[in-house]
T-cell receptor, first 113, second 113 residues
Framework: KAGVTQTPRYLIKTRGQQVTLSCSPISGHRSVSWYQQTPGQGLQFLFE???????NKGNFPGRFSGRQFSNSRSEMNVSTLELGDSALYLCASSLEMDTGELFFGEGSRLTVL | AQSVTQLGSHVSVSEGALVLLRCNYS??????LFWYVQYPNQGLQLLLKYTSAATLVKGINGFEAEFKKSETSFHLTKPSAHMSDAAEYFC???????????FGKGTMLLVSP
């Protein structure tokens, strides 16, 4: 059974650009959530989607957005990139919203220059 | 608001020694508690979870954790460390939904021969 797949794994952008990250959940999983991991702030919750609806959102500016498609695949977008957006972005999927077990992908490492 | 405090950003043990990683939580409601492990350049993997059943929770790879409400703690232990246990460990809490986790800052476990 394939795990959570995130693309791209690594990318470099410059300030002011925008970026789109993609996440394919485990087959059959309908809940997808996104986390940002940085050395200073640790792991921070970005958003959670279930059946194409955003159910929860973390404390991030509006430059961070996401969506989920009917096949449960999800994308997140960051516009007007800032140096502080450099981070590992992790996607996690679960069978239902409340299974208590998240399956994480290996992440997309974004570097903003 | 919920929060998690992990005592010690780094813990060093010898192979075969007891592993003890500390986690204290703050939650306004009965919490759901988790321990995740992250190996280098990988996503997070669930070790174990507490969901108000037994207070002593057994997880994968010989790890276990005990929920102590009076101490608001959920410490992770393993009787005998292996070299393969070297990784970063994260404690997490949720009281709003299992997919929305608040993580601690993480504890890097170093295992020496």
């Amino acid at each position: 059974k394939a795990g959570v797949t995130q693309t791209p794994r690594y990318l470099i952008k410059t300030r002011g650009q925008q970026v789109t990250l993609s996440c394919s959940p485990i087959s059959g999983h309908r809940s997808v959530s996104w986390y940002q991991q940085t050395p200073g702030q640790g792991l921070q919750f970005l958003f959670e989607y279930f059946s194409e609806t955003q159910r929860n959102k973390g404390n991030f500016p509006g430059r961070f957005s996401g969506r989920q498609f009917s096949n449960s695949r999800s994308e997140m977008n960051v516009s007007t990139l800032e140096l502080g957006d450099s981070a590992l972005y992790l996607c996690a999927s679960s069978l239902e919203m409340d299974t208590g077990e998240l399956f994480f992908g290996e992440g997309s490492r974004l570097t903003v220059l | 608001a919920q929060s998690v405090t992990q005592l010690g950003s780094h813990v060093s043990v010898s192979e075969g020694a007891l592993v003890l990683l500390r986690c204290n939580y703050s939650s306004s409601v009965p919490p759901y508690l988790f321990w995740y492990v992250q190996y280098p350049n990988q996503g997070l993997q669930l070790l174990l979870k507490y969901t108000s059943a037994a207070t002593l929770v057994k997880g994968i790879n010989g790890f276990e954790a005990e929920f102590k409400k009076s101490e608001t703690s959920f410490h992770l232990t393993k009787p005998s460390a292996h070299m393969s246990d070297a990784a970063e460990y994260f404690c997490a809490v949720s009281d709003t939904g299992y997919s929305t986790l608040t993580f601690g800052k993480g504890t890097m476990l170093l295992v020496s021969p």
